[in-house]
């Protein structure tokens, strides 16, 4: 750390953000390009730093330091702090090196006294603005620094305005002003126990260590911590001369974009106000105008202002944000930093901005968050709607739908099945409840966060899907819920905005996803760039057109058990699993074998000459049951109905459930396990995808499916599975007299699978790390159940840097997946290794499978564009390294 | 492979055991140590495989080779094959290199034919003995050799013996016999279309190919698969000159063993039968007498039995088990193997063995099969009751109780409060049934297997328990259970051996183990030798007085959850659940903190001077709540019984229930988890064993108390555990005005805990692997669920070598212990490194342990011996290699 505490804006530039602060960094630089900016210097964060250090004290290095800046700045200004007839006023803002906007302190006009006032007074002629900006300097420094409670002053001021007889401040005359500054003034004695300061130094010193303070208030730490900014960074002070856009007509102030920042359009854009100064334009108070009114008031100036902010977009090559004064005719900027735009802008920016060469088309990649994206891929609702919003949750799964309020799963089926959109009401969902997902259009839950179950099954499904939607109170006995006064009972109409995680009351019309041309353009940069191959992970056909459509090269994982969940499959499918012996169960999978076919034969038209990776089943059986509570009720009911045939129905049925019941079912009976115990299962699947493959390639459809095996964790379940399906397969082959080729692989989604991958791969042509089964794993988390009960804590309180489910936890799954990919490489040196999990298009993760040399991602359909440009930056970023 | 495909006698010897099979190398053995043998020759295994190469041909090679050993055979005895004055007849028998007892087949008396039988019964002077021979000969040969079914030659000879008016085979005339051997003769012609064979040869060439046969039969395959023996190993097949115990009254033939194989007692002992063959023996037909018939009769020949057997010991150094014929008075061995022996024998014989100086204690410490132990550490019932016996299930915990029968958990808490010792008899348990099978004494289940809840649960409590007994029907409606004909009402007095499995009606009385002086003796030895410390893995003061009977040095695993189980204590623990906050929380948890503290005041003063290492609370919250399922049933019946206070009640227990339930609760809100969200259940812990060791200490008593945090699975939670845990000790120390040393370790038990053990460690003294958790995620196995759903398919069906729940899994859950063990130790290079778990005490992993230099191994208390031994062997195992 140097001994320099103070920069001047001319000993300054933007590349010193982390000392200066952004605004000083930003002035600094802006002013060694000549740009007209009222001249100052900064206080550094390293000062902030100390201040700290010192116990709160600013020690006299730093003091000797703001001594000699400020000399430089009344010479540099011809005015003088405290001097009567030609005073210095100054503003003193705090600068953080990341934008914490509104966080923190700023103080304005410091400098005024019962002196300088006069001069003030008499150098713009008029008394009236000076001596309201000293009674309004009076309050702001008395509440930031001095640390009196604002109220006091509104209510000093409501008093004198009671007595003047008028309603608003602009009303007051200069008597009632001093009137006013005389009872701000002994206010401030009677609490503070000393007289306001009117040595404009000790004014300063006093703000600036009150701006110091204020790095540390409530919410600007809360902010960090919500916005994972480190708490040690420390605020930098900017100390600038003031200037004012309220000494009368010819002065005004204005904020203006260099482009539009809601639709991106290349157009200066901004606002304006007459007479006043920038926070009458944050605050709210006036309405500013457009822009053209300074165009048409003062043509030269405009033109002036348009030279300067096209000069700082090109030198900064980024949309900028500017304040700007003027004062009596003179322009003066005050502020300028990278504009926030909505994805929209940021989008055709970028990509306008590469087509001008005013950035590189890798840089117009790196400027797109990918994450913001996702609002813009989904059907929304139309925004030009008037909605009734009657209660929030967590927005867990994007998109928007109506439908009918139902309660629970078995109703929303029967409601489906007769031509009605429903939207499934509950506290929380299992995987009892899957049926009643697929039936319905949108998901709402009362608890559970965004790893809940239903967060978690409904992003699979890509259906619309809120949870912890506190606000809403359910009965389920009244089949209704109570959402404060609010009753809305079983079949009344709700809207659900899983973006923003809105409740509605009614029906929202509703939009669909529009790709701009710049999207498609950028879309279509990144996917040259990209190097990792970008698959979709889908339950259905329309699933793989969307995912198609929105830019997959292939099916990284197609899940066979939703086309077991449809509504009419299910009776067989639950007779399949009722199934008293092998002979019995073949004959039940022998009539689901014609609807696996043909959903298989849709499925790969619609992926024809593209990979189309097919996972055997995967689910324990008993998420194709009842729950055992269900049932029990059922048996009570129909007990004391005295209805005993119903009882015997019901309780073979219970007992089957209760056997197949397990404690804990994610690690339970599943996946290959379930293929190795019931190879039937898994043959009738193999058989229907060979059957629809063949059958295509006959008419000459180029059809490449891959068969993957979810769930191993010993080579010895991938070598017998393996010679199953291979089996299966020289059956289907030998019947048709035709053959095709269809590898098979295997998804490592266990720890032990990652340890053994070199085994493993001895009988898998190709591999997919399962991201999230892998997680809980290897945590020892179950999915399910952790957010609601420890894991948001864990988060909040930093227990865990992120959640594993959102980005791929480095250090303990990631080691998993570098060991597993090396092995199993080591082992066969063009072994194909893919991944798939929501991390597989979240961009940090995806940096991490570009640096291990994956060859694929697969992602749900509506993140198939994140995980493209994700990796596409991973390549850029890379190169960059 | 050499081109010796067959050895006399004369050329082999012991050590050539693969070669020749246990019993060729063995004959060839003594008849190299001058002892009198039979003569022959041994086809070797090699010559096996080669035979199955070679589609089932003996090729000319081999056959040449016997030919030649088999001249000189007849040169060594003067005998000739097909002689008809003087003929060699011989056995054809089976040998593998390891043991399979009557797996395969035996051919005696091969030689004899039409002309030979008469040579036979002029040198023996005895032409029934002689007729009586060829025609078992024919059977077996027909039998053994050309497959033809032997019901059918007893059919023959029951008619001939109906014509001939007699009930057993030796009231038989030779003119029957000759009837008899016409009627074989023309059976196999009928059945073989070929005549029997007449060329001894021939006989020959047809029987060592049988024998080989016998290699693949099913019985020989099946016990090589269930007792993991290769399946390619194959047979020798040794060819050996008959000699007839049953020549007269001057032959015999017996068995004997060099010290008593049940007791183990240093004397001569075993059975003898005059004028008769082995397989009299073997098949029971005669009842044999004792040895000492021998001795009365024939001293001579005893003295030098006696003789010749104890060289033998000294010889092979272990307890033989030999087998001897008396032909006219001239004393024949036949073979000679290691004795097996009963666990309590064995011990006795290994450390008298070693005290005589035959075998050093090395030796007598390897000679015992740590498994074997487990039998001698419980309660057993009474071998002079007669039992009656009602069904078998699988022994699932050792131990013999008995007890009420009871179905449901709720019952049997009430019944022991009460004063009554009960079994609870269940389909199968789970978690809520914990405190039920706290108050039981032994615990029955019809379903699940070996690794079921109930196994597993009954075993860490130490509690006798047979599962998996499908002889029983349960009826909970009725409550009783049918077994056949019999039925069994609730109150019923069963007793459970869990050693055996078996069920029995009715009251047996019980005998406590005695540990013999010799186990005591080589369990001194175990402990002189072995390197890691044997601690106690307990949940009572009653398990640690236990534990340290059986040789533990200290405890490595308190559990505290089942103190909270106690039913006086359960409503209290119930209370602290159901808080609404923590304050409320806070009472309810100052309520039970006397209780752990006078358990902790116990443990310690039990292990006084010993470490004691105190797991915090692991098990999820709602173990210690009733189950959803069982509130919905009352509530459904309180609403029914217009009770609707008790509705509202067990409503508002049912949503807590509801709000805490979990879907995968092993992967849970537990350990770690809990103490850091609940983080006044940990300090409540924490200060009880705080306060326990402080006021001990203050009493002069010396304790050693160490805490350790469960489930960790990232650094951050162990650090955030490790600070509250200090912080509540330094409250307990200031108040008490002293201090004690209490390290602060953790169990790695996820797999992301062993990945990143370098970073968990900044914050653990020592830690602790828990195999059976580590196991679970490793795998994805929920061990609750695995058992009974398919793991006991995997292992039958080799999927999985073994159980990973029983036997280390090395390849994979070893390979993260060797990276969480080798990185630990890189941070901290004195860390201390235990285990604990059912793979603790078993012997191969246990030398897993030892070669990556663990410290110390944690079981329960009755596993403690095993794992004393397990680790002494581990030593002497390593030290040889």
Redesign the interface.
Known sequence: MTDKYVYLFSEGNARMNDLLGRKGANLAEMFSLGLPVPFGFTVTTNACRLYYEDSKKINSKIEKQIDYALLRLEQKTGKEFGNTRNPLFVSVRSGSPVSMPGMMDTILNLGLNDLTVKGLAQNTGNPRFAYDSYRRFIQMFSDIVLQIDHYQFERELDQIKRKAGVEKDSELHIEHLLELIKAYKKLVKKESKEEFPQDPKVQLMMAVGAVFESWNNQRATLYRRINKIEQTLGTAVTVQEMVFGNMGEDSGTGVAFTRNPALGDPELYGEFLWNAQGEDVVSGSRTPGSLNELKTKMPETYEDFKKIAQSLEKHYCSVQDIEFTIEQKKLYLLQTRSAKLTPKASIKIAVHMAQEGLISRDEALLRIDPDTLKGLLHETLDPKTDVNVIAKGLPASPGAATGMIVFDSEEAERLQRTGHEVILVR?DT??DDIHGMVASVGILTSQGGMTS?AAVVARDMSKPCVVGCSAINLDEAKQEVTIGEKRLKAGDIITLDGSTGRVIIGQVPLIAPTLSDEFMTLLGWAKDRKKMAVLGSVNTPKEAMQARFLGAEGIGLCRTEQMFMDPVRVPLVQEMILSQNKWERKKALDNLLPMQKSDFLEMFRIMEGKDVIIRLLDPPLHEFLPS??TL??EI??AK?ARDFEDVQEKEKLFWRV?GLH????????RGC?IG??YPEIYDMQVTAIAEAALELKCKGIEVHPQIIVP?V??A??MK?VREQVLESLSHVFSRYQDQIEIPIGTFI????AC??TR?IVQYADFIIFGCN?LT???????R???EG??LA??IDY???PENPFVSL?E???G??IRMGTVSGRESNPRLKVGTCGVQSSEKKSVRFFQRLGLDYLSSVPHLIPIGILSAAQAVILEEKN
Chains 1, 2 share one sequence.
């Open positions: 506290r299992n995987p179950h055992a509570e029990s009720i009570e009911r004391l209760k397990e404690l804990n079912p994610s690690f339970g009976h396990r190795i115990t769930l964790s010993h010895n379940e017998m989604e266990l720890p032990r340890i053994t085994q089964d809980q794993a290897t945590f020892g988390y179950s399910d159940d952790a009960k420890y804590y864990y930093k227990v865990l936890d250090e303990g799954v080691e998993l």
